[in-house]
């Protein structure tokens, strides 16, 4: 299966049929990461098939490079983009809509990538699949090899949310704690692949993880009558959801089935600012540690860093950060507003918009991208709720329970 890549950084194109990472031009230079973000990000180049031009819905799939063969067995996508009502009437949107990719499979957006990196593998039969993970892209991939039959290799930080982990081994993944964050995890995971073989699938490392991940967007296209939204609220850690997100917008573009990109709005914990420095400060920003509550965002080094702030430009966007405690507020809000129980990561989005709404006319489609699900992190959630302790069986303790926890019986 031939595939066209381009290079984000120096332009370059490369058709192959080979599995490619970075582009061989721009990566290892001296110096490289040392002064700013990775290079050599490769793209993979959409060309519009004729027969699914113009045909509307549209079909997510069609737009992929390689063909999808094992929907069923692993059924990615489709997730309801919910118009949340209670949240358009304390807000004034009332063309709000929250996407609920909490709902994937293995509870995350990650599972766009890994499917097409499933059959990636697939494709080139090759049996393993490593990658690094702070933990949701892990449990993803786990759960492809579970559907897939593929061997799973998972190096992850040990401080990693416990039930990601048991996830990934309930999935058969071989989970390797780390003593080092996310970035060390990163940087081993590329040595074993490199070692002995297979496919490597860290996001941003293997194009196919930008690619997989467009399909979101299409997806949101369909469920508002063949329209893009006018602004979408991201949350970003790697840049690698954004960068696809905006991929999927370009190439409903490019297929001439949309003809304008939305805006599109980066949201980043403080704590984990390296993409959203960048902006604001127009030059490239590694961080030396990183300390939110939002771990899923939690990235010194972003990996698709370079390509997440060419798409800022391209989509006339901007950067937002949001504190643990706009976060967590966040996070309750939704659960109790919306029915939407996801993780901090993912309210960090719906934080975004709320800090940066105000920029946006209340007449515009506006859809905040929910990515990851909240039973995964309960220890997160245990701080925002308390649970009652239970009372005697009878209805007098009944109501001293809920005038004392909830105010009124
Ligand atoms: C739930 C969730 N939301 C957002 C992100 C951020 O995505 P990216 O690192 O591609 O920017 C992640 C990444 O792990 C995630 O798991």
New binding site residues.
Partial sequence: MTVTYTCSSCGRTITTDEVVYRCPDCTGQAGEAAHGFQRGNLSVEYKPARRFVRVKPADPHAFLPIPIKNAAAYPVGNTPLIAPHRLREKTGYHNLFLKLDSLNPSG???DRASLLVAEQARAHSVNTVTLAS?G??GASMACAGAAYGLRVVLFVPGAAPRAKLLQSLMYGARVVPIQGTYDDAFGLSIQYTSAFGGINRN?GFNPFTVEGKKTVSIEMYNQLGCRVPDVVYI????????SGACKGFADLVKAGLSDKMPVVVAVQAEGSNAIARSWKEKREVILSGTSTIAD??S?SSPACGGMALEWLRRTRGRAVEVSDAEISAAQAELGRDAGAFV?P??AAAWAGFLKDGGNVDKSASVAVLL??TGFKDTSAAEKLVSMPQPCPVDLDHAQELLKSYYGSA
């Fill in positions: 995350s957006l990650k702070t949701n892209a996001t949350p970003v850690g790697d840049g690698v959801i954004i899923s965002l990235v993780e990561s993912s990515t990851g």
